[in-house]
């Protein structure tokens, strides 16, 4: 098994494995949560997986309005997230949204303090997120998926200051002690990767602006 193939095992992704960001305003991390669950196999796990996930979303999002419509509109935007392939029992009827049009009703993020803003808000609250879950191999997913999305902001914010030992530190701090990890503990993107991201992005942003 080479290194790649170990880093899909345990939820890395890299660069030409990345599944596009249908609603980039959840992040990448909650895309691929999406697309994990659509490969669990055991119907009720499948289940459990979507509640988390759209309590992520909740946790992430700021409610305007009713609690019903704030629900309604969290499952159609994972409905919508999984390309409408999501084989669970919804406990909304899912209104699609036109993807050609995009014209989904984005969702209001709270206005709070964030610790560490290189971090930025969507990694606090799924950190946070992480302290609360009970599911041991779902927690497990997660916490691959937001370590490699610290590295990656990290390496964004201050290529120079990118240091396994120091996401980890900040990790357990978010989760106020409940992810307790050494580098050895997890499988992190190799430094390289993630400058190569940030080099992408930044000729791509270039070229935008030409």
Known sequence: MNNETK???VGVDYNTHRTRLVMPEYGRCVQQMVEHAKTIADRGERQRCAHTIVGIMANMGHQHGDMESFQQKLWNHLA????Y???????V???RIDDGKTQHEPIAYPQTRIARRHYGAIVEALAKKI?????EKERKVLITQVANQMKR???RWNRDAMNDEKILEDLA???DGAVSLLPNDIHLIPDGEVLNDVQHMASIRKKKKK
């Open 7 to 9: 880093a899909q095992a």
């Open 80 to 83: 919508f997230m999984s390309g």
């Open 85 to 91: 392939e999501l084989d669970i029992d919804y406990p």
């Open 93 to 95: 009827e899912i209104e």
């Open 131 to 135: 302290a609360e879950m009970t599911d």
């Open 153 to 155: 902001d990290l390496g």
């Open 173 to 175: 701090h978010y989760t």
